[in-house]
């Protein structure tokens, strides 16, 4: 058995684990043993309607159970799995279909039927079919917000270590139970489902879950890891203040999308007592770069740390050279986790993927910039559209939001750098007035990094994956302006 291969994590667990619990939803649970026959009942299916060795297979669905087994499935089947946010607009989607050119499209419409075949195939298993770790075994396409959505490929052998590296730092174990917000169409989601079968874990799908029943939903199911973005470790921290029931016992938070807010970290670790709260820095196009080791995640703080077992990251200039330690550059990633490219996007990709001169090694220039510090750990920076000058000092719009946070009542913030038109400016979700949080931020900030101008929002809007949306942003504050 080829161990490089999506669903040869599932055979290993199944072989390892069978009637090991490996996935729940709202409606039920499969053990391992039940997913693997539904997956291969998947195959069977797949194989009926002419799916063949590398085509693709389009699905926009809610994750559930019936979509990892279409995970599993379409990687028996030799065929690119390619799951698309249900929250996508019908543009973007129509965008991706072109793109991708797939043989089968599967949305609630369509999925009925398929599913009623597949629950006639159960039992059944199709023809094996060779398939090569360098063979891709998902395309994740980006969010499109603001252009036309990127397919990162992702090939079997890349997908595997990456799973196994952070595994090897974040060690998931056999009662662990993973409560996962996340879809399968972000990569932050896909790979928890993948680091469970390699734990043996059990993951929970709870990206349908209440936000009222969040806690109750944790304890119920004993959830022992949780992976957050900033917003919803804030609803987490603010939910499990108010909360007089004992919490769930929960030992890892792991967090990536942007950084959290210290106060953030800070109230988990009250509300969930012992917890590792875990920072970790990474993009689709490699998946992860670091990941603070959880028994230092109360050391090296703003640290995302360190680069992932076999890999490495380095700090360039502009000009390409290496920056020694303390120096702000860009993040370049190298190693085995390194995606090939962009799917039919062969422009796109020689921007952000090169070979190293010298030696060839293909790196990840990730328009990120950071620095290392002497022991290796990463301090992310911004991105390159987060850093900006104003009156004479570079500055960037994370460390504004970070000191925004930190002023209590703050639930939400996100700067806005200046444009021809407006000068720096910042949006929050309080319940303060505007001169309360531009006065606080005087205390934290230098003269210079504070915003002219602060609005206050309702409710604050977020990318699909929780990141500020600052396209949004900007316009709530030029409207404010009008």
């Given at each position: 058995m080829n161990d490089s291969l999506v669903h040869s994590l599932l055979d290993a667990a199944v072989a390892d684990a069978a009637g090991a619990s490996a996935v729940r939803d709202r409606v039920g649970a499969w053990t391992y043993a039940e997913?693997?026959?539904?997956?291969?009942?998947?195959?069977?299916?797949?194989?009926?309607?002419?799916?063949?060795?590398?085509?693709r297979v389009v699905v926009q669905l809610p994750t559930d159970r019936a979509l990892v087994a279409l995970f599993y499935g379409t990687s028996r089947r030799g065929a690119v799995f390619v799951p698309i946010n249900p929250a996508m607009k019908r543009f973007h989607f129509d965008s991706v279909v072109a793109n991708a050119e797939p043989v089968l499209v599967l949305t609630p419409d369509e999925f009925g039927p398929f599913w009623t075949e597949v629950e006639a195939a159960l039992g059944g298993k199709a023809d094996a079919v060779e398939v090569s770790e360098d063979d891709i075994a998902v395309l994740v396409y980006t969010s499109g917000s603001t252009a036309a959505p990127k397919g990162v490929i992702g090939p079997h052998r890349q997908v595997t270590f990456a799973t196994r590296a952070i595994q090897a730092v974040l060690g998931y174990r056999r009662d662990d139970?993973?409560?996962?917000?996340f879809p399968m169409s972000w990569d932050?989601?896909?790979?928890?489902?993948?680091?469970?079968?390699?734990?043996r874990s059990e993951i929970v799908l709870a990206d349908a879950e209440s936000d009222l029943r969040l806690l109750q939903r944790m304890r119920e199911v004993g959830a022992t890891v949780v992976p957050i973005v900033p917003s919803l470790a804030t609803m987490i921290a603010t939910l499990a203040e108010r909360d007089a029931e004992p919490p769930a016992p929960v030992r890892l938070f792991t967090n990536t999308g942007a950084a959290l807010p210290d106060a953030t970290i800070a109230q988990l670790r009250a509300a969930f007592p012992g917890v590792k709260v875990v920072r970790q820095f990474g993009q689709t196009e490699c998946k992860r770069i670091t990941i603070m080791p959880p028994d230092e995640d109360t050391e090296r703080p703003g640290s995302s740390g360190l680069p992932l077992p076999g890999t490495s990251v380095l700090i360039l200039a502009a000009d390409g050279t290496e920056l020694p330690a303390g120096d702000i550059?860009?993040?370049?990633?190298?190693?085995?986790?390194v995606m090939p490219g962009y799917w039919r996007a062969p422009e796109i990709s020689a921007r952000a993927f090169r070979r190293d001169e010298t030696t060839g090694e293909l790196r990840l220039h990730t328009g990120d910039y950071g620095r290392l510090d002497a022991d290796g750990y990463l301090y992310f920076e911004g991105r390159r559209d987060d850093m900006f000058k104003r009156k004479g000092i570079r500055m960037s719009t994370l460390e504004i939001e970070a000191a925004a946070m930190d002023i209590p009542g703050v639930r939400a913030a996100g700067a806005i750098p200046p444009s021809?038109?407006?000068d720096l400016a910042i949006c929050v979700e309080t319940d303060l007035p505007p001169t309360t949080v531009l006065r606080e931020l005087a205390k934290r900030l230098e003269p210079q990094k504070v915003p002219s101008l602060c609005h206050v929002v309702e409710e604050f809007p977020l990318t699909a994956h929780g990141k500020n949306a600052t396209k949004e942003l900007a316009l709530l504050v030029e409207g404010a302006r009008k």
């Open positions: 997913l693997d026959a539904w997956s291969h009942a998947v195959a069977v299916v797949l194989a009926r309607r002419g799916v063949s060795h590398g085509d139970v993973v409560f996962c917000r932050y989601g896909l790979y928890k489902v993948l680091m469970a079968t390699l734990g550059g860009e993040i370049v990633a190298a190693g085995p986790h021809d038109t407006r």
